[in-house]
């Protein structure tokens, strides 16, 4: 375990994750090719990336300050002159048309707005004020008329894009609301906009009886968000987790949802094995995933997204999931204190 969280972080701050040279210097990208060509970077995955170098488990490392520094400009190159960038910025050229780049979507711009902020109250950043506010204002024209959070914008002339998880507004908005609302430490909200994540938190409790109602990545974002809020309901968000741990198979893995079961996903067990941590919950089942995970992972430091998958998909935020997971569960297993919060999640 120890191996392979210490492989994770290696590549993670001197891999090809982020970008070192070009226009696109300092975005970190979403998903690589087995030989490390990144396919694209994405907004998201740069403010998960933030927020990752932002985490306090971390031992202290000069690289850290100016990888945060680069993605930081990166943003503020991006976001604060003309219109923001395309949801995904293809570095080769796009094989076919990207239906995410026909709208502005608020959980990806809600995460650079958590990125900047982690990263500057771990004393990463200078207040990037210029930033975040322009951020925050593009996220008000997400509050609809009646104060509710819209999961998308469409461009101009783009046709909405089709319906799924991440275009309905829904629980998993959680995570990006308190994203938001965690940005109060650094600059001024727009009230509607925190009014409006304020009352996503509340609108939303966890249920074990529809813990399947959607796919395990965005269940696991809203319990994730959930937590969070001061009204968080961890005995019912531990039920949910219950549930959804119930689907792990005898190798630790866990499907990606109901109707796609096949689906392995790295981000879905990493993400479940972070909440087991969080919520003090002690069970073979947390072992088995934690040793699942460490074993994807390569000895280069990368992580595939489904290790059945093909063509092989190299993913940034599962290694940054992966990272945190396999380092809390290194701590525990020491019987070391877990001092980390809901908050330091990535």
């Known amino acids: 375990m120890t191996d392979a969280a210490s492989a994770l972080r290696e590549w993670l701050l001197d891999g090809p994750a982020q970008q070192r040279h070009g226009s696109e210097h300092g975005a970190v990208a979403g998903a690589l090719a087995p030989d490390g060509r990144a396919a694209y970077v994405y907004g998201e995955i740069t403010g998960y990336y933030l927020h990752w170098l932002a985490s306090p488990h971390l031992p202290a490392d000069p690289r850290r300050e100016p990888a945060a520094r680069a ?13 923001l960038p395309p949801t995904r910025i293809h570095l080769h050229g796009a094989a076919e048309k990207d239906w995410r780049n026909d709208a502005q979507f608020f959980f ?14 771990a004393g990463l950043l200078n207040p990037p004020e210029r930033a975040l506010r322009a951020l925050l204002t593009a996220l008000v ?7 509710t959070l819209r999961p998308f914008r469409p461009e101009p002339g783009a046709a909405p894009p089709a ?13 990006a609301a308190a994203r938001v609302l965690a940005a109060a430490a650094v600059v001024p909200l727009p009230p509607a906009l925190a009014q409006a994540c304020a009352r996503h938190l ?30 968080a309901d961890h005995a019912a968000a531990t039920a949910v987790l219950a549930e959804l741990l119930g689907q ?20 879905v067990m990493a993400q479940a094995l972070r909440l087991g941590l969080l919520l003090h919950r002690d069970e073979p089942v947390l072992d088995r995933t934690a040793a699942a995970l460490a074993a994807r992972v390569r000895a280069d430091g990368a992580i595939p997204f489904d290790p059945a998958a093909r063509p092989l998909q190299l993913n940034v935020w599962s290694a940054m999931f992966a990272e945190q997971a396999l380092s ?15 908050g330091d999640l990535v």
């Open 71 to 83: 993605a930081a400009e990166w943003v503020e190159r991006r976001c604060t002159t003309g219109p």
């Open 108 to 121: 990806d711009l809600a995460m650079l707005v958590g990125g900047l902020t982690a990263a500057t109250r």
């Open 141 to 147: 024209d997400f509050v609809d008329h009646d104060g």
């Open 163 to 175: 319906p799924r998880w991440s275009t309905r507004s829904g629980p998993f908005l959680a995570k």
């Open 202 to 231: 509340t609108r939303h409790r966890p249920d074990p009886a529809r813990a399947f109602d959607h796919p395990l990545h965005p269940t696991l974002y809203f319990l994730e968000g959930h937590l969070t809020s001061p009204g």
């Open 248 to 267: 792990c198979d005898p190798a630790g893995t866990l499907p990606e949802s109901l109707d796609t079961p096949t689906v392995r996903r790295s981000d």
């Open 328 to 342: 809390w569960h290194q701590a525990r297993t020491a019987g070391l204190p877990l001092r980390v919060t809901p």
